[in-house]
């Protein structure tokens, strides 16, 4: 019995195969690395003292799946590849609807022909889309999203709806996250950007370790209580641990089912900033910006039905996530390239 991991040296993937890996599940990765390292895996080995099989290789590439099904006896897939930066995917929509979305498709129907029905995917708080009421509900319809990236996941979502209805064997649970961020308590691995970061806390980081001179805050004027953004961020061990809790559930239930995963709190971008500064000891300059397009006021997960459901909640706080980012920060400062 193995768990393949497509995406498994990636930021998320990582700390989840070294979560299963130090529950004593066996663990087959299967990653392109067009936005990872095989350090992390390394790093994850060294952590565990044990080692995930690690096949280099494309979601899309149908002779390397087949290859890896006949050779691996898998039992469940959880699907982290995915290419994730919401601005490119505005530029570059063709390719991600070809990665993310062929590329799922390719990965479910060879699983079928290899009889795995097991599958877990990696959705997004996006798909609500931007008019769901806040807190974010699994009840509310998907859809209304507003870049190429969302839509690549509410069409997954549609298409694994779809292949449950029509294939009673195939049980599937679409995982919503919300904002990961935090790293390993070693330090030894996290979040390693390309280039400039998109996402906060990442950006603030490098700001801290004088990478980057200063953050822009997109937008002062939200209707929020102090006018900048609020999310629901949640530490990506917590997130790594809803995936095992997540797998257990699979053999409980039938058909396919979404949750959630987020802290059911949101922080807003000046509380994130004065977290990481008291976390770390550092000030971070930072000056507000004009609003970044298709940026959301406010929202943040209703976590009730994965804590009914799949027994899972968040154990980690605010004061948790900056600590393990700045440890991680510090120890490597060019991340897994140094
Ligand atoms: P990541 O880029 O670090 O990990 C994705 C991994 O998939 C990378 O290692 C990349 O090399 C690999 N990959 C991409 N396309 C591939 C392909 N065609 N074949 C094989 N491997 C491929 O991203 P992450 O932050 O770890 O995200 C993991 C998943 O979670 C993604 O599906 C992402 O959309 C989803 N997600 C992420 C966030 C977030 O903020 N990080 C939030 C919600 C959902
Ligand atoms: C958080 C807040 C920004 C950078 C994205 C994706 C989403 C999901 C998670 C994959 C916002 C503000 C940011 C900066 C800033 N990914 N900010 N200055 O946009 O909530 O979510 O990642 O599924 O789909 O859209 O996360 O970290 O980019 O931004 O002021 O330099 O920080 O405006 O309010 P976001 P983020």
């Known amino acids: 019995m193995a768990i393949l991991v497509t995406g498994g040296a990636g930021y998320i993937g990582s700390h989840t195969v070294l979560a299963l890996l130090q529950r004593g599940d066996d663990v087959v990765v299967l990653d392109n690395l067009c936005n990872a390292s095989p350090e992390a895996l390394e790093r994850v080995a060294k952590l565990t003292g044990r080692r995930a099989e690690f096949v280099e290789g494309d979601i899309r590439d ?11 006896p898998i039992t469940d897939v959880i699907h982290f590849a995915a290419l994730k930066a919401v601005g490119e995917s505005t530029r570059m929509p063709l ?43 699994e009840t509310t319809p998907i859809g209304g999203t507003t870049s190429p990236y969302g839509t690549s996941k509410v069409m997954i979502e549609q298409v694994l709806q779809d292949f449950a209805k029509a294939e009673p064997q195939f049980t599937t649970i679409a995982l919503r996250y919300f904002n990961p961020v935090g790293a390993h308590p070693s330090g030894d691995i996290g979040e390693d950007p390309s280039g400039i970061p998109n996402n906060l806390l990442p950006y603030i980081a490098q700001v801290a370790i004088g990478k980057l001179p200063q953050l822009g805050v997109f937008g002062g004027d939200y209707p929020t209580p102090d006018g ?9 061990m917590d997130l790594a641990e809803g995936h095992l809790k997540a797998l257990d559930h699979l053999k409980n239930t039938q058909g396919y089912r979404a949750y959630n995963l987020g802290a059911g709190k949101g922080y807003s971008v000046l509380e994130m900033i004065r977290a990481f500064e008291l976390a770390s000891g550092c000030t971070i300059p930072f000056e507000i910006k004009p609003r970044r397009d298709g940026d959301l006021a406010a929202f943040w997960a209703d976590p009730a039905l994965a804590a009914k459901e799949l027994a899972w909640t968040v154990s980690r706080g605010i ?19 140094q």
């Not at 799922?104 to 097991?118: C, D, K, V």
């Not at 900048?228 to 990506?236: A, E, G, S």
């Not at 510090?330 to 991340?335: A, D, E, I, L, Y």
């Open 62 to 72: 149908r002779a390397c799946l087949q290859a890896l099904f006949a050779k691996y």
């Open 95 to 137: 390719e991600y609807y070809e990665n993310n979305v062929s590329g799922t498709l390719s990965l479910i129907e060879e699983m079928r022909h290899a009889g795995i029905w097991n599958f877990i995917f990696s959705s997004s708080a996006t798909v609500y889309g931007a008019n769901a009421p806040v807190p974010y509900v």
């Open 228 to 236: 900048t953004c609020q999310r629901d961020y949640i530490h990506v």
């Open 319 to 337: 004061d948790e996530m900056m600590v393990d980012t700045w440890r991680w920060q510090q120890k490597n400062p060019n991340g897994y390239g």
